[in-house]
């Protein structure tokens, strides 16, 4: 973590001012410490340079929160390979898919401040830092130290430099107003608390910022086909609708579409508040 991201960061649990105090630090980067809110009192633990910000305990969480910790923990180590196999299997390359269709929607320009929620793994990170470039700053949150874990290696490898930190999409530690563009892919459905980590990825957007989200969830028609049955009976979560009903106030621009074979829905839109050409500065 570098010292300067505290600047970057609130409580997540009441959104007040977090104090850095760092235990070991080698020039900028914080490796372990603790930082506490000034407001509440909570505390957060920083190891190995990776600052947990989870609210509430994982022990606390919604059942289904921790049910898809548990499995994401389990499976970060193949989840990659597993994930290349399904989309070739289903005629897609990976890398392009995920930047024609995630990533370019975000309208990324050379220097924007960029958070991905739910990062995974971190295969969307590497063509939002080619976007971004050296003078953007790049954020990645998510729930699982294994996922998380991955992704810091496959960056380092890469020389890519990003912000880490552990985090509950629905109690983000992150000030107001703050990232030009912000993206969620594939956990949304297993949230516990929907509604409010979308009003947590509008909070945390700069007016006029794009917001893109998505997740599994069969283009309408496709659940009568033989493949929707199939695919239904082996993986329910294909079964979501897109939350249209959820998506919280002060946005603009919404638009639906579905991805990857009409298996994926993407929603995107604008925090409200910016004009057109302040959007084009973004």
Known sequence: MNANTVDYLCCPVCKGELELKPTEQTDSTVVSGRLTCLECRKSFEIA?????????????????????????????????????????????????????????PLDLKPGNRVLEISAGTGSNLLPIADEIGRDGKLFAMDLSPGMTAVAREKLARRRIEAEFGLGNASYLPYRNDLFDSILHFGGLNTFGEKKRALAEMARVARPGAKVVIGD???????ENTRFGHWLLKHNALFGNKPPMELLPDG????????????????????????????????
């Open 216 to 222: 599994e969830g069969l283009d309408p028609g496709k």
């Open 48 to 104: 190995y340079g990776l600052p947990n910000l989870v609210h509430p305990e994982p022990e606390k969480l919604p059942e289904i929160d921790r049910h898809y910790l548990d499995q994401y923990q389990r499976l970060a180590a193949s989840y990659d390979r597993t994930i290349r196999l399904l989309m070739l299997l289903g005629g897609k390359w990976e890398p392009r898919a995920r930047s024609r269709d995630l990533v370019a």
């Open 251 to 282: 946005i603009r621009d919404v638009e639906l579409k579905w991805i990857w074979r009409g298996l994926f829905y993407v929603i995107s839109f604008r925090k409200a508040g910016a004009s057109a050409e302040q959007d084009k500065a973004i």
